[in-house]
């Protein structure tokens, strides 16, 4: 599914130089939660298994600095 695994600060920074492209969230266990992206060079990312809170606040910078990712529902 995913080519890598990177740090959830990773995953942000490539959304504040604009590299994202696509977003979705994923369940790994209970109140557990990962984030695939899809770069704009068309490689997928996922993020290490996390707590839901800490995912949902990832996302929200996410969405933040990256005006062209779309979330896609999962």
């Known amino acids: 599914m995913c080519d890598e695994t990177k740090p959830l600060l990773d995953i942000e920074g490539l959304a504040y130089i604009g590299k994202i492209g696509k977003l979705s969230i994923h369940v790994c266990g209970k109140n557990k939660k990962y984030?695939?992206?899809e770069t704009?060079?068309?490689q997928r990312l996922c993020s290490p298994c996390a707590d839901e809170d800490v995912i949902s606040l990832s996302v929200k910078m996410i969405e933040h600095y990256s005006k062209?990712?779309?979330l896609v529902s999962s």
Do not use: D, Q
Request: without cysteine; aromatic residues 0%; neutral net charge.
């Open 68 to 70: 062209s990712a779309k």
């Open 40 to 42: 704009v060079e068309g």
């Open 35 to 37: 984030i695939v992206i």
